[in-house]
Structure formats: C-alpha cells, structure tokens
C-alpha cells in the first residue's frame, strides 16, 4: 500500500517568512494530493490539493509543488501570519484506489511575533 | 451550505462498552469515510462506503467495530465492545464522487472518544 512520509515534524518561523513542509509518497500510482490544515481540537481543512497532470499550483500565500519522478511534493507558505499556526498534513491517493488518502504524521508549524 | 455533521463531539465510557457514532455527510455527497484519528498522528480510513455499500473496509477491525449507512446518507460507526486502545478522535468525511475530479474530501469535526 501507500506511504507518505512528511517532514519536519515541527517548524518555527518568524511571522512574514516562508515556510516550506515536505513529503514523498511511495506508490506511483497515486495522483492526488491534497494539504489539510488542522487546528487543535477543530476538524482538519482542505487548503490546497494537487493532481499528477500538473507540476505546480498556487493560490495566494499558499503553494504546492509535485515531482512525480521523485514521488515527492512540497507545501509552501510565503508571508506567513500567526493564524498560519496549526497542524499541516499531506495525503496521497489515488482514483484508481478509490480515493484512498494515506496521510502524512503531520507538521506542527509555529508562527511567532 | 452545512459542513459534515457529527455526533457526539465527546464521549466518555468505561471499557468494554458498546459506543456508537453518527454522522451526515454533505448534502448530495455519494462517498462517505470513516477515519480514526490517534492523537499527533494524521487520519487513518476505516471504511468507505459509495452510496449504501461498503466498498472498502479493510482496515476496520470487525471483531469489534461495525459499521453502516442505510439508504446512502447519514451513517453509524459501532465499537461493542471498546477498549482502552480505542480512545481516539473518530472524524467523518464526505466526497461528492470517489474520482473525476470530484474526490475532494470534506471532514466533520470529528467524536472524540475516551475509555476509561
């Protein structure tokens, strides 16, 4: 099956700095991946998702990169706030499969004054 | 338009009790995911079902855990009986389609579960 790994678990940042979260996935066939944002103790939020047909996607602050000869994509965050402070996570998955997402261990990113 | 529905938000109950969780996926969303969620960890799928069947089950533990969606809507996750490992956050989520560019899945706030 699927295996996502993401890094680094943790990340601080001063506040309008970038920040960027990695993750490499081992199934080839998978070609979605999408990034959830999650807060403590809310329910976790689609912010960005990606399809193996394209390369890069960005919307405002928020970017995400996918290199499917790697297996790896990346999340990037320009500018970043303090209300960017949460739990990030990757998934993988795939139509083929169903729409399965096997997710990543999360980052916890910190945003400071 | 109302978000993925879920309840209870919180449960407390003694081992081996029987616990059950509810939920209502967004309005015309045919696919519907039951994931555990263990604390710092990502979430994990315990079933899928496209409308009423269940299509993918395989990492659901069917000693004890059970599940259901009648008439392709809300559906019911079942622990009977719980253990203490089973402490969790148990989170729904919903996609209007399983593929085709309609796989974007929408989660609850999920029920948080502690046995004691």
């Known amino acids: 099956g699927e295996n996502v790994e993401q890094h680094p678990s943790t990340l601080s940042v001063q506040e309008g700095d970038s920040a960027v979260i990695k993750c490499t996935y081992s199934d080839s066939a998978s070609n979605y991946f999408p990034w959830y944002k999650q807060e403590l103790g809310k329910r976790p939020q689609l912010i960005i998702d990606?399809?193996?047909?394209?390369g890069e996607k960005k919307d405002q602050r928020i970017a995400v990169t996918l290199n499917k000869t790697a297996k790896h994509f990346s999340l990037h965050i320009t500018e970043t706030q303090p209300e960017d402070s949460a739990v990030y996570f990757c998934?993988?998955?795939?139509?083929?499969?169903?729409?399965?997402?096997?997710f990543g261990t999360g980052t916890q990113l910190k945003v400071e004054l | 338009e109302a978000g993925v529905v879920q309840s209870p938000r919180y449960k407390i109950i003694e081992k081996k009790q029987p616990v059950a969780f509810w939920c209502n996926p967004i309005s015309g969303h045919n696919t519907l995911y039951w994931y555990l969620q263990n604390l710092g960890q990502g979430p994990e799928l315990l079933i899928r079902?496209?409308?009423?069947?269940?299509?993918?089950d395989s990492q659901l533990p069917k000693d004890r855990f059970s599940a259901e969606r009648l008439k392709g809507v809300d559906s019911t996750l079942k622990i009977q009986p719980a253990e203490l490992g089973d402490s969790a956050v148990y989170l729904c989520?919903?996609?209007?389609?399983?593929?085709?560019?309609?796989?974007?899945?929408?989660f609850g706030p999920g029920t948080r579960l502690l046995v004691l």
């Open positions: 998934a993988a998955g795939g139509t083929g499969g169903g729409n399965k997402l096997t």
């Open positions: 989520a919903s996609s209007p389609k399983a593929g085709g560019g309609q796989e974007t899945q929408y």
């Open positions: 990606i399809r193996s047909n394209v």
């Open positions: 079902y496209e409308n009423e069947e269940a299509v993918d």
